[in-house]
């Protein structure tokens, strides 16, 4: 069974800094494309970042330069640095896979970013 558990959610000021943190359970996260998304209140899901089997990180084009996806295999734990968050960032973060055919989710991290 594949299990994620994010963490590392909070409340920060606008310019501040979070670390998420997704551990998985049930695949080695170093074998897949793991992602982060978010989702706003009364907003579509909306892709984050993804970094590849390989090692290739992508990012979407709203946090390109701010944030950071990374993982440690011997944690089987993806990261997500968040650096100059913005209050329009507020949101719950969740990690994803896809699994042979089938997505995976977290239960997500919220993230609230207000002065």
């Known amino acids: 069974q594949v299990q994620f558990v994010e963490s590392g959610g909070g409340i920060v000021q606008p310019g501040g800094s979070l670390k998420l943190s997704c551990a998985a359970e049930?695949?080695?996260?170093?074998?897949?494309?793991m992602n982060w998304y978010r989702q706003a209140p009364g907003k579509q899901r909306e892709w984050v970042a993804t970094i590849s089997n390989a090692g290739i990180t992508n990012y979407g084009d709203s946090v390109k330069g701010r944030f950071t996806i990374s993982r440690d295999n011997a944690k089987n734990t993806v990261y997500l640095q968040m650096n100059n968050l913005k209050p329009e960032e507020t949101a719950v973060y969740l990690c994803k896979v896809r699994y042979i055919t089938t997505d995976y989710w977290g239960q997500g991290t919220q993230v609230t970013v207000s002065s």
């Open positions: 049930g695949i080695i996260v170093s074998r897949y494309r």
